[in-house]
T-cell receptor, first 112, second 112 residues
Framework: DGGITQSPKYLFRKEGQNVTLSCEQNLNHDAMYWYRQDPGQGLRLIYY???????QKGDIAEGYSVSREKKESFPLTVTSAQKNPTAFYLC???????????FGDGTRLSIL | QKEVEQNSGPLSVPEGAIASLNCTYSDRVSQSFFWYRQYSGKSPELIMS????GDKEDGRFTAQLNKASQYVSLLIRDSQPSDSATYLC????????????FGSGTRLLVRP
């Protein structure tokens, strides 16, 4: 079945540590996105990529980094510069620029 | 002013009633509109897409779009306890990016 796979489901970060969240899709979608969701709030865009080897900052990119070396993969690194990383991280993709985005199951990140 | 606004709720309706969820947006040239359902602890799931003025029906769900008044609504007929969730409104503007702007969501409770 086609879909978006995020791993791990739960992740714990120690202070000063960088952690990487995985996002893989087999939908042949060009565009991929990373969102952050805090309790009781909507989704805020961190980074997005419309094509391989290209990506743009979203609204809250500070403390995060991404790469897009393959069409299927868009990993997100939460760096030690992100001082409040505890949140639910969602990866999404879509095929058409005007079309809906489809989401993976998310990764819940907490600080140890 | 927030770009996409929703009443946070909770909106409480009895089982079998019609639930009406509303969303207003500030970008007058927005072209694509989406409703997502998000159960607690889960990722958003697309329910409806709407692109032109008027109503669009899919089963028990009806999306209504009024671009002149800049609002989009979601009606859920014959509400069921399983419809209890947070409903997110998302809007895409006319720029060249694939970005969606999400509202904070309305929490719906359907009482048995």
């Amino acid at each position: 079945d086609g879909g978006i796979t995020q791993s791990p489901k739960y992740l714990f970060r120690k202070e000063g540590q960088n952690v990487t969240l995985s996002c893989e899709q087999n939908l042949n979608h060009d565009a991929m996105y990373w969102y952050r969701q805090d309790p009781g709030q909507g989704l805020r865009l961190i980074y997005y990529s419309q094509i391989v080897n290209d990506f743009q900052k979203g609204d809250i990119a500070e403390g995060y980094s991404v790469s897009r070396e393959k069409k299927e993969s868009f990993p997100l690194t939460v760096t030690s510069a992100q001082k409040n990383p505890t949140a639910f991280y969602l990866c999404a993709s879509n095929r058409d620029p005007g079309g809906p985005q489809h989401f993976g199951d998310g990764t819940r990140l907490s600080i140890l | 002013q927030k770009e996409v606004e929703q009443n946070s709720g909770p909106l409480s309706v009895p089982e079998g009633a019609i639930a009406s969820l509303n969303c207003t947006y500030s970008d007058r040239v927005s072209q694509s509109f989406f409703w997502y359902r998000q159960y607690s602890g889960k990722s958003p799931e697309l329910i409806m897409s709407i692109y032109s003025n008027g109503d669009k029906e899919d089963g028990r769900f009806t999306a209504q779009l009024n671009k002149a008044s800049q609002y989009v609504s979601l009606l859920i007929r014959d509400s069921q306890p399983s419809d209890s969730a947070t409903y997110l409104c998302a809007v895409r503007g006319m720029d060249s990016s694939y970005k969606l702007i999400f509202g904070s969501g309305t929490r719906l409770l359907v009482r048995p």
